[in-house]
């Protein structure tokens, strides 16, 4: 029986261990299968992701190819010149406008952040200031409480003899009933005293950011500014051919002969230098603003964009910021200079 029962129990021993192999044999299928897909998906995205930089390569080899087809005949070469330009001057106010956000963004963030602080530490000095009335009251209670006491003490020991136990004992009811009020008014004075060190130790509440106000005046200041910039540019259509200089390939594109190519190239160079050397464009930009705040109008409370219906004109202003005639262009819904691009939502 011994041997028999020996043998089962080595025998279900057996099977169990072959059981737990196979276990193992199934989970290692599995854990390998997963780390295969994630292989295949990785090859499948490295793939896509050298298509797309190939492409990308190719176009680029393309459009060098083309220009350098292109300059090498006298004919196209002022084209391409002028074509470079162009896409400089749509960078240049690009470049301007995102300076000019930033330079705002920075000096209302550090105003509203002066307010911000400011007005914690009003709150604060207010608090302190009450705290500071309560802990004088106090502390003058406990001084007058600690007076009384001393004085019915003395009055208690001028009472001497067996004769004077009852008016003792009356006196002595007094000066517990005293110090259990002084005892109170010391407790409240040591609360109110770490109320007041706690609170002096409070640090500004952490800043929440520019409103709503705030962002619309920085964002009708760049809208202003970018109205600004299409007038310098609007003669002889620089900033509508500077518009389409960023969104047509040059093999698209003609601005006439040599000559024209030239004339053009000349006047674009004055006009970026007349703007570099202009003193007069922030006081102009600022009656811009003052213009724009009464026309625009906002689809939402919380919008900090104006809606670009009412920006379909740029008004040309005079030296009062009157109006004495308009441009129908749209700088915003054009999305001239990028303007969305740095605009605060």
Same mark, same amino acid.
């Given at each position: ?20 192999? @196979? ?16 292989? $295949? ?25 083309? *220009? ?7 004919? =196209?070469?002022?084209?391409? %010149? ?62 007058? @409480? ?25 006196? =002595? ?8 009020? $002084? ?39 760049? %809208? ?11 003669? $002889? +259509? ?5 518009? +389409?200089?960023? /969104?047509?390939?040059?093999?698209? %594109? ?31 930009? =600022? ?41 129908? /262009? ?8 990028? /303007?969305?691009? /740095? *605009?605060?939502?």
């Amino acid at each position: 029986m011994a041997t028999l029962a020996t043998q089962l129990f080595s025998k279900l021993e057996g099977n169990t261990s072959e059981e737990e192999q @196979l276990l193992k044999l199934f989970w290692n299928r599995a854990e390998l299968k997963k780390e295969l897909a994630t292989l $295949r998906n990785d090859i499948y995205r490295l793939t896509d992701q050298l298509n797309q930089e190939q492409a990308v390569k190719l176009r680029v080899q393309q459009r060098y190819e083309q *220009l350098e087809t292109m300059l090498a005949n006298p004919a =196209t070469a002022a084209t391409a %010149i002028t074509y470079y330009q162009l896409r400089d001057v749509w960078n240049r106010c690009f470049e301007r406008l995102a300076s000019i956000a930033d330079d705002l963004f920075r000096a209302h963030r550090d105003r509203e952040y002066r307010l911000h602080v400011a007005g914690f530490r009003r709150k604060l000095y207010d608090s302190l200031t009450g705290l500071q009335g309560e802990l004088g009251e106090v502390n003058q209670s406990g001084e007058l @409480l600690r007076g009384q006491i001393h004085a019915l003490r003395e009055k208690r020991a001028q009472y001497q003899g067996f004769w004077n136990i009852f008016r003792r004992r009356r006196l =002595t009811a007094e000066i517990n009933k005293l110090r259990e009020e $002084r005892r109170a008014v010391t407790m409240r004075l040591g609360e109110l005293t770490e109320d007041l060190q706690s609170r002096s130790s409070v640090s500004p509440p952490e800043f929440a950011g520019l409103d709503v106000k705030a962002k619309r005046a920085v964002n009708l200041t760049i %809208i202003a500014y970018a109205q600004e910039l299409y007038v310098h540019f609007a003669e $002889r +259509e620089i900033a509508v051919k500077s518009r +389409e200089a960023c /969104v047509r390939q040059l093999s698209d %594109i003609r601005y006439g002969d040599r000559h024209d190519c030239k004339s053009m190239s000349k006047f674009i160079e004055e006009r970026i230098a007349l703007l570099d050397a202009d003193g007069g464009i922030h006081d102009r930009v =600022t009656a811009r603003v003052n213009y724009l705040a009464s026309t625009v109008d906002y689809r939402k409370e919380a919008d900090t964009v104006p809606n670009a219906d009412g920006l379909d004109r740029i008004s040309l202003l005079n030296k009062d910021g009157a109006p004495q005639g308009q441009l129908p /262009v749209n700088v915003l819904a054009d999305e001239y200079w990028d /303007v969305f691009a /740095v *605009l605060l939502n």
